[in-house]
C-alpha cells in the first residue's frame, strides 16, 4: 500500500500562483511515475500532468501547458505541481497519483492506470 498525501491547496487570486505537494509513504516512491489530476464541481476528473521515474520526462495537458510544472524529488518522495497564472477555471480538487512502471522514462497520460491516489486538496482561484 502507498499512501499520498496533498498539501499546497488554499484560496488564490487570478494570476497568482501556488504549489502543491504530494507526499508519498514508504520507500518505493522512485517505482512509480506520478502525475496530478484536478476535479471541478460537477466535473468528471482531468488529467493535469505527469512525470517520469527518473523526473526528466513530463507531459502537460493543453489546458495547463505553459503555466503548471510538474516536478519530483525522490529523495524527499514528493512530488510538485507549480502552478503559475492561475485562473478561476482551474479552481478543483487536485489529486495526486502514482502510476507503477518498470520503465524508469515512461510518462503516463490520460486513462486508466494509476495505482494509487491521494485525498485530494482544494484549489480555488477567485477572479
Known amino acids: 500500500q502507498v499512501r499520498l498525501v496533498e498539501s499546497g491547496g488554499g484560496l488564490v487570486q487570478a494570476g497568482g500562483s501556488l504549489r502543491l505537494s504530494c507526499a508519498a509513504s514508504?520507500?518505493?516512491?522512485?517505482?512509480?511515475?506520478m502525475g496530478w489530476f484536478r476535479q471541478a464541481p460537477g466535473k468528471e476528473r482531468e488529467f493535469n500532468a505527469a512525470?517520469?521515474?527518473?523526473?526528466?520526462?513530463?507531459y502537460y495537458a493543453d489546458s495547463v501547458k505553459g503555466r503548471f510544472t510538474i516536478s519530483r524529488d525522490n529523495a524527499k518522495n514528493t512530488v510538485y505541481l507549480q502552478m503559475n497564472t492561475l485562473k478561476p477555471e482551474d479552481t478543483a480538487v487536485y489529486y495526486c497519483?502514482?502510476?507503477?512502471?518498470?520503465?524508469?522514462?515512461?510518462?503516463?497520460?490520460?486513462?486508466?492506470?494509476?495505482?494509487?491516489w491521494g485525498q485530494g486538496t482544494q484549489v480555488t482561484v477567485s477572479s
Open positions: 514508504g520507500r518505493t516512491f522512485s517505482n512509480y511515475a
Open positions: 512525470i517520469s521515474r527518473s523526473g526528466g520526462n513530463t
Open positions: 497519483a502514482a502510476y507503477y512502471t518498470r520503465d524508469y522514462y515512461y510518462t503516463p497520460q490520460a486513462g486508466p492506470g494509476y495505482d494509487y
